[in-house]
Nanobody, 115 residues
Framework: QVQLVESGGGLVQAGGSLRLSCAAS????????MGWFRQAPGKEREFVAT????????TYADSVKGRFTISRDNAKNTVYLQMNSLKPEDTAVYYC????????WGQGTQVTVSS
């Protein structure tokens, strides 16, 4: 059974930084691409970033490109999201995603950016 547990969210002022972590268990994590999504109040869940199994290729939403960095440590079964130059519009619940035949999601971690 796949389990994803996010951590690292919190309250930060605009311009600040946070680093999110997602610890995975239950499958051979290193074989699969991983992603981060977010959902703001009253909005649909949206794509943020993804990383290939090796970490050799990453993709970002235009809204976070140049400010966020996704990375992974397969030895620790963990994927990270470094978020810099945060803006109030980045406020959302951030979810880790793994797709193996179906989507697996963590419980989410709240990120709040104050202006």
């Amino acid at each position: 059974q796949v389990q994803l547990v996010e951590s690292g969210g919190g309250l930060v002022q605009a311009g600040g930084s946070l680093r999110l972590s997602c610890a995975a268990s239950g499958r051979t994590f290193s074989r699969y691409a991983m992603g981060w999504f977010r959902q703001a109040p009253g909005k649909e869940r949206e794509f943020v970033a993804t990383i290939t199994w090796s970490g050799g290729s990453t993709t970002y939403a235009d809204s976070v490109k140049g400010r966020f960095t996704i990375s992974r440590d397969n030895a620790k079964n963990t994927v990270y999201l470094q978020m810099n130059s945060l803006k109030p519009e980045d406020t959302a619940v951030y979810y880790c995603n793994l797709h193996i035949g179906k989507d697996y999601w963590g419980q989410g971690t709240q990120v709040t950016v104050s202006s």
